[in-house]
């Protein structure tokens, strides 16, 4: 916020004017004063909350001034309520709050009791305990209450600062007086902040941990003594939620309600943005979806610094070391977000990916799970990143465990495709055996049950290519939305490679990819590999004008390869279509002539141009010799 506009109010005569002069003045005028002041615009100075402009807004209770009053009211902030006697103060419940809610003004106000100098005020404490604490309790948007003296200069600058913070560090979010405790909310945010900090996950925050975090939020060290008097002020309430071994989330969450109660909320704001959330205590938009653009032809890929992220986060979480992240170590890890992403709910995770025998998601299947969501929804990845701390080194933001892939263009050219992860549509008729090849790539049993696909189904597992390099691919299964998806010109720019596939063992299978390349001409822009499956069974002559052999010669394609869910050797056809993907051109049809080899008539020239240069180098020197 780069202004806080605060508007004063109250009855005639309570010394609104007084104030706003002894402000700007730094003294009382105890002359004459017009009855109501201009705005004024104070620039920021040293302690000003968040370094805001200030602009002051003097207003008359007058009848006539009433439709001024109403068009300030709704430009300002804050409002500085001021009374100055048993009157005044009578009117701030019967007339002024209500007055403010029939506007439907929804800012904080601050109370400000003026005059204190005259004696039949009474002590400050009596006041606040007969006047102001009654009316706060009745009225909420009542963020905090002061007392003054315009006469005798008493807090008038204090007055002016509680209505700065009321707006730069509003209590109102954060604290629920009539229940004297932090709002649900606010808690929440704070149990993310202690998550993240507690590094090791031991449900503790220890000495270095707490000295991290003063660090991060408030950039000067915390000296013993402090982390001392704050430990004993926990353990007043709770003796077991600040020991040895650190404060615990309740510690935690009590010493910032403390904060909050003491008027110290402004420490607590500190803390809440330097953890990226927002006056509504939702973090960020630019925070949870930064700037991430991928051009066409591109893909998004997890860097170095996002994979080792994601390595870091399963093995803390890991508790039992057993290799796979359970129910309950998943649901410890997704704390601090809304939850599994709904990408991952619609593909049913974690039966997309590489499980153990316990059916617990593995590394390989937890990294491959993240090459999936950010190929597919790199939006997503950056979402989770942010709720579960990625932090960049180079300040580069959540952006920095993401990279993009050089665009890929004429897929039937010589070349390879610069790609981590690959995506391969696996089309067929129904029965073929599609699902069961996903199967197959997470090493899942072979299951004879037959079970059609509905819905797209997705698989991802890792792959070694020849020379060691690793891949991820993604198998997808277009089930019921097949048409849909390849007259989708987006969805196949964004594949990386066609199998056909057909039950081998039945006479009608073949003819459905046959219709299919002809009812969408457009596939034979992209690579694709033909698969015979089901070879484990007798094989049948296909009721089609030709057979698969015939019908991939016809096209200078590859015949189709034959194999079986159930023969170990099946994860040679993963190693094949990966490198088909990432060397398109040779899962396009081959060219009927061999290529011009044009290197002997190239030989051939220069030979011819060395002499030519040499004889005329020799005729030149003969010319300019000795008469």
């Known amino acids: ?315 803390l979480f890991d508790k039992d070391n057993d290799g796979g992240l359970n129910d309950s170590e998943l649901a410890a890890l997704f704390a601090p977000t809304p939850g599994l992403p709904s990408s991952w709910l619609d593909s049913s995770f974690p039966s997309c990916t590489v499980r153990n025998e316990a059916g617990h998601i593995t590394l390989q299947g937890w990294l491959a799970q993240w090459s999936m969501t950010t190929f597919e929804e790199p939006k997503t990845t950056l979402e989770y990143l942010a709720f579960l701390g990625f932090e960049s080194l180079d300040k580069g933001g959540t952006t920095a465990a993401l990279k993009v892939t050089k665009a890929r263009k004429r897929r039937n050219k010589p070349g390879r495709v610069e790609r981590n992860v690959i995506l391969c549509y696996v089309i067929g008729s129904r029965g073929s055996g599609k699902s069961m090849l996903l199967s197959a790539l997470l090493n899942r049993p072979f299951n004879s049950t037959y079970s059609p696909t509905i819905k797209p189904r997705s698989a991802v597992n890792s792959v070694e290519l020849q020379g060691g390099k690793q891949v991820y691919l993604i198998l997808e299964e277009l089930g019921e939305l097949e048409s849909a998806i390849l007259e989708n010109q987006a969805k196949l720019d964004a594949c990386d490679l066609l199998c056909y596939t057909y039950d081998s063992s039945d006479p009608d299978s073949f003819s459905h990819i046959v219709d299919l390349r002809k009812k969408y001409p457009q596939l034979d822009q992209i690579p694709a590999v033909y698969i015979a499956l089901k070879a484990d069974q007798d094989r049948t002559t296909q009721r089609c004008e030709q057979q698969p052999d015939e019908y991939t010669n016809a096209l200078n394609m590859a015949a189709p390869l034959h194999v079986s869910a159930t023969w170990s050797s099946i994860s040679e056809l993963f190693v094949h279509l990966a490198e088909c993907a990432t060397h398109p051109s040779t899962a396009f049809p081959k060219s009927d002539e061999e290529p011009v080899d044009y290197t002997t008539m190239y030989l051939a020239i220069g030979v011819s141009l060395c002499a030519a240069v040499t004889l005329a180098y020799v005729w030149k020197k003969n010319l300019s010799g000795p008469a």
């Not at 560090?169 to 007086?177: C, E, G, R, T």
Request: charged share 25%.
């Open 1 to 315: 916020m780069a202004t806080v506009r605060i508007c004063v109010c109250g009855d005639i005569e309570v010394g609104k004017s007084s104030i706003i002069t002894g402000l700007v003045k730094d003294t009382f005028i105890n002359n004459k004063i017009q009855p109501v002041l201009p705005p004024i615009t104070l620039p920021p100075t040293l302690g000003t909350p968040d370094n805001v402009t200030t602009t002051i807004i003097d207003t008359s209770a007058l009848p006539l001034e009433r439709n001024n009053l109403r068009k300030e009211l709704r430009k300002a902030n804050v409002i500085l309520l001021v009374y100055s006697d048993h009157y005044s103060y009578e009117r701030v419940a019967l007339f002024w709050m209500p007055y403010f809610r029939s506007l439907g003004v929804n800012i904080p106000v601050v109370l400000c009791a003026n005059k204190s100098d005259l004696r039949n005020n009474g002590s400050t404490a009596q006041v606040v305990a007969d006047e102001m604490l009654p009316v706060m309790n009745e009225f909420k948007e009542i963020d905090s209450c002061i007392r003054t003296s315009a006469k005798e200069h008493h807090n008038i600058n204090e007055a002016f600062f509680l209505c700065q913070k009321a707006v730069t560090h509003p209590i109102a979010p954060l604290y629920d007086s009539k229940e004297a405790t932090l709002k649900p909310a606010a808690i929440a945010a704070l149990q993310r902040v202690f998550f993240l900090c507690d590094k090791d996950q031991d449900g503790y925050l220890n000495d270095k941990e707490i000295h991290d975090f003063q660090k991060k939020c408030f950039d000067k060290p915390l000296s013993d003594d402090d982390l001392s008097n704050i430990k004993t002020s926990i353990q007043k309430w709770a003796q077991e939620s600040a020991s040895e071994r650190g404060i615990d989330e309740n510690g935690f969450i009590h010493l910032n309600k403390i904060f909050a109660e003491k008027g110290r909320h402004e420490t607590v704001w500190i803390i809440l943005r330097k953890f990226q959330y927002t006056d509504s205590l939702s973090l960020k938009d630019s925070f949870l979806h930064p700037k991430f653009e991928v051009p066409q032809f591109s893909s998004a890929e997890l860097s170095p610094a996002g994979y080792r992220f994601f390595v870091d986060l399963f093995l």
